[in-house]
């Protein structure tokens, strides 16, 4: 049926083309034609450039409104550090109180009205905190009254006095993760521009935003008529549209044809969407400075890198410095150029008394306040770039690169800056110190420093060398030295592990022995101190590090055994089960040492090292928790026992001279480590809360001249006091009892006995024969029934 | 005869007289002194409900949780979580715990709560590791120590390994 017309059709069509040629011909004339012609190659020509320019604004309008209405900018990730609690009872000292409100940005004032601002007198502090959004839910804007006494929280409630168990502050931002064009910024909505800041941008840089069409002819002529008569570019005539359009579409390049297309797009754009839509973009995507090679664009970020607050939390002068900054950067840079940029300022002041957006009064204030730029810059990769570089790490295992640098993501993680800052501060220091005293060659010692939670294996502070805000080679990560000493707590871990053969006080042999590998090589160990100790208690051949007695007990125990101890105590890098490795042939870094020993604080129990709690979506959804594990690796009660003679190792052994840098009160456990030729130096230790491990030697592999005591323990022991940790005390298992052991004769002794002194044994392994001096005060009867019965 | 008979009687109240003299206890030779001060009456076990017995030989007293001191701060995050729990909220509740735990990292009871949400969770390897974890913290609190060893069995139990189970179970029996 659909066909029949359609065939009909054709021929007709066909026969009325063949029609109308001849007729043409026949009305032509020869004056005419040629006018004719001419008029009709005109009108084609005409055509086709309208054609051609029709499909050429169509594809500026297709990219127009491709970009613009797609995913406008690539948002990096913006990483925060550990929220600070506050309750009552909290460890907290004024100073670092102090510190983490100005880390926040917040302002110190004589009354707190405003969100972000807290006074002080005495100890006795108020402050009013901004809301947050955490993974669990929003942390609302709170008024609050806090009174320190003795390093603690001694009183919190709400500032009337209401009741108040704990609050959060914010979550400090340490960094973000940006792509690698180096752009960041921090997206803002339209309504989260501050009215005075839309107001100075206006009057700046485009007073007639809200009625020219993109572009504004007019306003180009009165920038000319400006520029000339001041012989000088001091004004622009582009619009805001305009540099939206050269930023967000367009190339840098000056030439007629860009400024074309720039206008052209200036118009489609105007056309296509309104006045807050262009607005809200060009404030999020206008260039506002750099650092180092990270361009900040946007007002948020630029509020966030120049005064350390969000944009709604800035006054009038402030904010006439971002649009200062506007014209220029890098040239009106107030950290840099700060004159410049202060009469730039000014300038911007004065132009909005004189359109009258605000009074003459306002601006002579404003125009009187400090720049109020922070000091405080680089929080892109720069402060802390070996935690962000394990951040990134561990985040790669769950995200794409792209995810990380243009979704948005908001991710918590486990950094104290606190503990940071003092670790920081305290190999800085230390190694300045030790070069000195040494006598060693200047700036050629390095060094590393982990701290852990010691229950929680959450990462506190990750230092990855001398200069830690210098991104570089990352030693706490990828420094991978044979680690000496430190080996030894998992080989007598794994004789203290069969208590029928070894406790702490067995006499172990420390005499010399030589080994032969599967190569044939012979091996033959050495103490430090060059001397064999003969027959030692097991407690004592760990506390002074001996070689030789190490040796024989982990040859003893059997070299794969102590590999799989390893293994299940975290250490995922293979380890070559060689004679060697009982002293410390086996290299780790930093971390994995800190993961070693996570193990012993955490009374055998294993849980991975974290340096994330969890990833948030650009809208605040949660997307992903790194929880909590824990897996018990080792019985508790030889861990027991090992942390046990880990603190005799500080009390009494190698690891002594902590005692300059920590309170005699403050129990510690660890574990010094040296290598050959002096070539590493290492302490690994914990405290009741924390775990830290240091490395100290030279990126050449060149002998440091320091052996564990004499360099990574000063680093420790100053870290250590700085940070003011917790004293460790040792819950005993059930499976443990104290007994008195007389030392010489290793025999069961009586409390009160001469030189007797108490040591945990497994239940069980204790020394069954008495001394004579246990059996002095006790009949015949009891100490033979109980001996039988034992 | 009569006379026999008496004099047999008398004798025989002697005897029995003598004899209750020598097992008796000896006869008080002073009048006893009043102690000054009120008498404090003995306490009183409470009767048993009709129809309960108790059988203390066979069946140890039920031991209850002794209910911890927790900070204002610990005993808020708990309720908390708590409440999260109740709204079906399983992994709000856990990331309670946790904050509760970076307050106080050696409070057993905390790390018994998560034991517990996680084993609700399902995650029971999970669940039965952190209650050993609680259980190492513990020290002399029995009856925290017992909770964790029946969270252990049932965990062990919901993985199929019975033996495993009865050996906590028996742990948890030991511990009144």
Redesign the interface.
Known sequence: MARTPTKKRRPAARSGTRAKKPRRRGVSRPRGRVKRRWLARLIAFGFLFSLVAGVYVLYLDHTVRTKFEGKRWAVPARVYGRPL?L????RLTGEQLQAELRRLGYRKVAHPRQPASWSQSGSRFLIRTRNFQF??GAEPEQYIDLRLDGGRVAHLSQADGAEL??LRLEAPEIGSIYPAHNEDRVLVRRDQLPPGLVTALLAVEDRTFHEHHGVDPRGIARALWANLRAGALVQGGSTLTQQLIKNFYLTRERTLWRKLNEAVMALLLDARYGKDEILGAYANEIYLGQDGSRAIHGFGLASDFYFNRPLGELDLARQALLVALVRGPSYYDPRRNPKRARKRRDLVLRLLAEQGAISQAEARHAAAQPLGVTDQRGRGRGNFPAFMDLVRRQLHRDYREEDLTSEGLRIFTTLDPWVQAHAEEALGDRLGKLEKWNKLPAGKLEGSAVVV????A?VLALVGGRKARFAGFNRALDAVRPIGSLIKPVVYLAALMEPARYTLVTPLEDTGLTIRGGDGKAWTPRNYDRKEHGQVPLHRALANSYNLSTVRLGMDMGLGRVADLLRELGISRPVEPVPAMLLGALSLSPLEVAQLYQGFA????YSPLRAIREVLDAEGRPLQ?Y??????AVP?EAVYLLNRNLQEVVSEGTGKGLDRFLPSALKVAGKTGTTDGLRDSWFAGFT??KVAVVWVGRDDNRPAGLTGGTGALQVWGDMMRRIAPLSLEL?S?EGVETVWVEPHSMMRSGEGCEGARPFPFIKGSAPRIHSSCSRGGESGLGGFLRDLFQ | MKMNKLRSMFWSLCAVLLLQGCIGAPARTSAPVRQPGPTVPPPVEPAAAPGEARVRVYEPPQVALAAPLHSKAVQALLERSEQQRLESDLDGAVTTIERALRLESRNAHLWNRLAHLRYEQGRRTLAAELAAKSNALAARDLGLKRDNWLLIAAARRSVGDARGARDAERKARTLY
Do not use: K, M, N, S
């Open positions: 609690e309750y009552a009872g909290a993974w669990d168990a704990l939670d010691a229950q929680g959450e955490g009374g055998g129990f928790r929880p909590l594990t824990v897996r018990q508790g009741g809360d819950i298992p």
